[in-house]
């Protein structure tokens, strides 16, 4: 469907470089597909990664006291309903 061709464009503007477009054009896959789970994983660790600096104790994917993305939590309940 067309949520695809933006999520493959978003894809190759980030390989390229161009951070924000993809961000932009993997929103808009995600407004088309709202039950992506893991585009919608990946929009809330870029969106994460932006406000908190490398290196701090938030920031790392082994922190158990780090509550869950609203994606895995789209996952999981997908999951649940199979």
Do not use: C, M
């Not at 809330?44 to 290196?55: L, Q, R």
């Amino acid at each position: 469907g067309i949520w695809q061709t933006y999520q493959f464009l978003g894809s190759a503007l980030f390989a390229v470089g161009k951070e924000e477009a993809a961000v932009r054009a993997y929103e808009k896959s995600l407004s088309l597909n709202p039950d992506n789970a893991e585009l919608q994983t990946w929009l809330d660790e870029h969106h994460h990664k932006k406000k908190v600096p490398e290196g701090t104790e938030e920031n790392q994917p082994d922190d158990e006291a780090a509550p869950n993305t609203a994606g895995e939590a789209l996952r999981d309940v997908s999951q649940e309903s199979k």
